[in-house]
């Protein structure tokens, strides 16, 4: 954007030859700049969260100690003693994987169908 080339913007670089227009690339410079800084924010929650994250994905294999569930309003000390049942009880151990395997063989699904149109 900074050599005023245009290379990454195809539509902007026709519009200016077709136009003869002048192009503030120094206003585009600052656009691109405010949402890559604020993609990198947004990426760093997901790595502050990984554990909570991690939780939804495989709640019978997470430390409750890492999870942060305060956003939720549960309380910790029930939702331990929650997950100590299930952890314990086969049927939904076995339910919940079962269930995990499905979702990742839909999800499969679901891409190779995207993927043939």
């Known amino acids: 954007m900074g050599s005023g080339k245009l290379l990454h913007f195809k539509n902007l670089k026709q519009y200016r ?4 227009a002048t192009i503030d690339t120094n206003y585009f410079s600052i656009a691109l700049k405010n949402m890559k800084d604020g993609f990198a924010e947004r990426f760093e929650q997901f790595k502050t969260n990984k554990s909570t994250l991690a939780f939804i994905v495989n709640p019978l ?33 076995g339910k919940l994987t079962e269930i995990k395997s499905k979702l990742e063989e ?12």
């Open 106 to 117: 839909l999800e499969v699904q679901k891409c190779m169908h995207i993927a043939q149109h």
């Open 17 to 20: 030859d077709e136009t003869n």
């Open 61 to 93: 294999n997470t430390n409750t100690n890492d999870i942060n569930i305060e956003p939720f309003g549960i309380d910790a000390g029930s939702l331990q003693m929650q997950l100590l049942d299930l952890k314990t009880k086969d049927l939904w151990n």
